[in-house]
């Protein structure tokens, strides 16, 4: 009873629920790719958080689809949905598995490493420091003075760590941005955001 009053009540929707199943798993295998070129265990701490998550969006998606089912056309249509859950599932519990290898101190070949990290695109852990031309920016504000594009995907703040952070986020001295994107993209932030605009 209580599991049925728990999806009943559930303010998300199929299309919200699947949604934020798509972006978190995406955003699952960005983390674990960062913590094992970085052999971040603190990352790899965080992907593996985020299971319980995604088993809570994957039931949401599943258990209104299945309500909504009322004739073969209807299963029939569901298909894909379930489908793109199942997915989005597998590429999240991929990213807990490769996490749990970083947690277990199992490392990369160097020259593996070195590969991966010269990927076109790649994620990238900076700190803020003193004097940064980002300190005290919103993210927003961050990427239009950049004049590069690029995704924070994580902050540490203090002991505390902010997953997928909003854009209205305020940079601060001394936090850790996981960020994402192209080579050249990242190499000019890390630039901007340990001295200044140079």
């Given at each position: 009873?209580?599991?049925?009053?728990?999806?009943?009540?559930?303010?998300?929707?199929?299309?919200?629920?699947?949604?934020?199943?798509?972006?978190?798993?995406?955003?699952?295998?960005?983390?674990?790719?960062?913590?094992?070129?970085?052999?971040?265990?603190?990352?790899?701490?965080?992907?593996?958080?985020?299971?319980?998550?995604?088993?809570?969006?994957?039931?949401?998606?599943?258990?209104?689809?299945?309500?909504?089912?009322?004739?073969?056309?209807?299963?029939?249509?569901?298909?894909?949905?379930?489908?793109?859950?199942?997915?989005?599932?597998?590429?999240?519990?991929?990213?807990?598995?490769?996490?749990?290898?970083?947690?277990?101190?199992?490392?990369?070949?160097?020259?593996?490493?070195?590969?991966?990290?010269?990927?076109?695109?790649?994620?990238?852990?900076?700190?803020?420091?003193?004097?940064?031309?980002?300190?005290?920016?919103?993210?927003?504000?961050?990427?239009?003075?950049?004049?590069?594009?690029?995704n924070v995907i994580a902050i540490k703040s203090g002991d505390r760590w902010i997953i997928?952070?909003?854009?209205?986020?305020?940079?601060?001295?001394?936090?850790?941005?996981?960020?994402?994107?192209?080579?050249?993209?990242?190499?000019?932030?890390?630039?901007?955001?340990?001295?200044?605009?140079?």
């Open positions: 009873m209580g599991s049925s009053r728990k999806y009943e009540n559930h303010p998300m929707n199929v299309k919200d629920a699947l949604k934020g199943l798509l972006d978190l798993s995406s955003l699952m295998l960005d983390l674990a790719y960062a913590s094992v070129i970085h052999d971040n265990s603190e990352l790899a701490k965080q992907v593996v958080d985020l299971e319980a998550s995604i088993n809570e969006l994957r039931d949401a998606v599943l258990v209104h689809m299945s309500v909504a089912v009322r004739s073969m056309s209807d299963a029939e249509r569901s298909l894909s949905v379930f489908r793109a859950a199942d997915i989005a599932s597998m590429m999240a519990y991929e990213a807990v598995e490769v996490a749990r290898m970083v947690l277990r101190g199992l490392r990369l070949h160097p020259k593996l490493r070195e590969g991966l990290m010269e990927a076109e695109e790649s994620v990238d852990i900076i700190k803020v420091h003193d004097g940064s031309v980002f300190e005290g920016l919103t993210i927003e504000e961050a990427l239009m003075i950049s004049g590069v594009g690029f997928n952070p909003d854009e209205s986020h305020r940079i601060m001295r001394d936090e850790i941005l996981v960020v994402r994107g192209t080579r050249e993209a990242l190499e000019r932030l890390r630039t901007l955001v340990e001295g200044d605009l140079g």
